[in-house]
């Protein structure tokens, strides 16, 4: 059939239909992953947190903080003059699994390093410690001190105590910053929320949750319920975990961060066994402070009120294969690299621990 023209009509003409605007071409959903991790491996670093490899058998590097010039009365330099020594030779395999590796951007887990072996938190507890993952796993020396901490909190009648994450491998660290940033970029441009990220979780080989030595404990005060999004110091049960957590090795690792959405650092526990933790606690001294303190004075030993020691802790250059110390004869509580280039000792002087 014809196709024939329209019809005129007295004020009116034919004219063609007005263009369309052009649909936004969209990406299609799966490319979304691909962008993210792309962003994730390509995009540059911040410059305040440019990456810095320490090999095993760098130059001994010294922590750039602020130490306290004078020390408290309790702590001295130095050893006990009055106790005999031992002579201890460490390998370097040995001491990277140490309680007081600094891990940080700058600071990344050495080469080859594997962790002390993990074991899931309800099974090892059997229970006694309150756990939100069923999954979760941690060093056998951290999970005995969890137990004996929420044990002496119950006895407080402090029941809130819920740990939330421990170690991670490499690839969950990965997964975390992945999801971290999928769910921070539906609110802001990509780029802002890389850096958010990044300011949020740290980067694989970066986090002290690929140590056997970190939990994240949140306060829930109902049994599985949604935690409180308070700092410790905001609750009398947190209060309590910063005034005696010391006790049982563990530290507040980063003391004046606040809650936030996407980052667990205001309630991030870090074990350091319990020689570390009482200088730390005695020197009132966050983990960088103290790592200063003992490079500055190759040994430092806490004495009780009837100038009776404690415990001490020796800083020595780490060797490339070995690193030798001269301790006294106590209780070893800790062998361990800083990773800065320095190996570090601590132990505690037992009733059996007298002189020559």
Sequence with gaps: MQRTSPPMVRGWSPSPPPPQPARPRRWPLWCIPLLLLAALVWWPRPAQVDQQVYPLHAPAERVETQPASTLPACVRPGLPEDIPTQQLTVPTQHLMKGKLLLIDESHPLPDGYTPADTFAVLNHTQGRVACRDLTAVSGEDTLSALTELF?????????QFTVFSGTRSGEQQRILLTDTLADLSRDMPLE??????????????????????AVDVRLCPIWNGTPLDTPYAATEAGRWLLAYSWEYGFIHRWPQAQPAAHSCRAWHLRYVGRAHAMLMHSLDATFEDYLALLHQHGALTLYDENNAP???????SAGE????????????????LDNTGWAVAACLFTESCGSP
Aim: with cysteine; proline share 4%.
């Design 321 to 336: 294969h070995q690193t030798s110390f001269t301790l006294p004869c106590g209780e070893i509580d800790d062998l361990s």
């Design 192 to 213: 802002s929320a890389l850096l958010a990220a990044r300011e949020a979780v740290a980067s694989p080989d970066c986090s002290e949750h690929q140590t056997a030595w």
């Design 151 to 159: 044990a002496a909190a119950r006895n407080e009648r402090i029941l």
């Design 310 to 316: 404690l415990a001490a802790a020796v800083c020595r």
